[in-house]
């Protein structure tokens, strides 16, 4: 038998023999788990893909093979069917399509990028989730990551390239961090804070406090958004800004389907308002910047840290600005409003995620509760 090495290196080396009856043959020698093996084929093409695959497996036999049915499966990829949903994404802006394209690149590169979807079981998927932990990231953005991708499988369903989701029954992984509390600002308080607050951002302040709209909302209202109903005076939030891919701003739509309401205002909210929109043309954002431009988060962030310094408090007991609309429905709650109104108020996509933020701060509730079960079972 005549052997003649042709390729080699540290994973694998293919060398050409001649069988006892004169067939040239190739074969791919390797090591898996210690122990040497090897594979002939009939020409030099097949042993140098068989090559190429084992190498790239690392020595693995089983990895290898189920890379070569995975190249043998018909359909798309994870990342082609990623790619093929986000591009049929019609409700979001070009800021968040921009996040999920990146998104794939940086989470969906590797093995689970490149498997056919045909080919993809839970234990993929737990594998992926295991890999993410690995590269450092949280359990919120695990879940929302994976949130994606089962989103782009249940789009394979609809197109009936596959018939079921291979996220389905997939427990994530647990968040065990300590949960950011939300801080309820005492009104005492509250009239200290804007007694150091910047003059120019006191009403934009109050107004957060009076509407307990989000940030991007209350900077975006224009003078036609406020009016009435019958004769009580209202803020109609019909837009937000938002951020494009290329990070520039933008108005669009508020962040739920229900985001888009008409939020009462008190007669003090009327009364502070009309001077200032007096001075305001239709076309103007009423709450500006002292420069004139629009509100971003970080100018007030910085103003918002200022006034707290002046009253002294330590910067680990401050609370942030979107506590103001935690205060609110604090507020709201405590004087009377049931929750489907608070949640219909704040723009809650449902009442449910309005009653897990905000029924412990319902007084009284456990009291009244007793009292039912009392007079129901007594």
Known sequence: MVMTMLHTNPMASLDQYQTPSKA????????????RESQSFDTEKDALRWKAVIEAAQGDTDRALESIENQLEQGPTVTELLIRHIDQLTDVGDYQL???RKAVEQHFAGDLGATKIRRVTSEHIVDWQRYMAEKGL???????????LSAAFSTGIRLRIIDHNPCAGVRLPKDN??????????LDQWNDLMGVMNAHYVPFSWMLLYSG???????????PDFGFIGATSVLRITKAWKEDDKYKYYLGAPKTRKGKRSVSLSRQADKMMRP?????????LVFKTVYGRQIRSSAYHKVWGQAWTALGAPKERRPRPHD?????????????????????????ESVKTTVDRYSHLVEGAHARGASIADSAFG
């Open 276 to 284: 200032i929109l007096a001075n305001r043309t239709d076309e103007e």
């Open 98 to 100: 921009g996040r999920y």
């Open 177 to 186: 961090r300590p949960t950011e509390q939300m801080q309820i600002i005492p």
């Open 138 to 148: 949280q359990a919120k953005s695990i879940a929302n990551h994976r949130g994606l």
């Open 213 to 223: 709209a989000r940030f991007g909302e209350l900077t975006a209202v224009q003078k």
């Open 324 to 348: 103001i609309r935690h205060t609110h429905a604090s507020m709201m709650l405590a004087n009377g409003m049931d929750m489907y109104e608070l949640s219909r108020r704040l723009g809650h």
């Open 24 to 35: 040239t043959r190739y074969r791919v020698r390797w090591i898996t788990n210690g122990t």
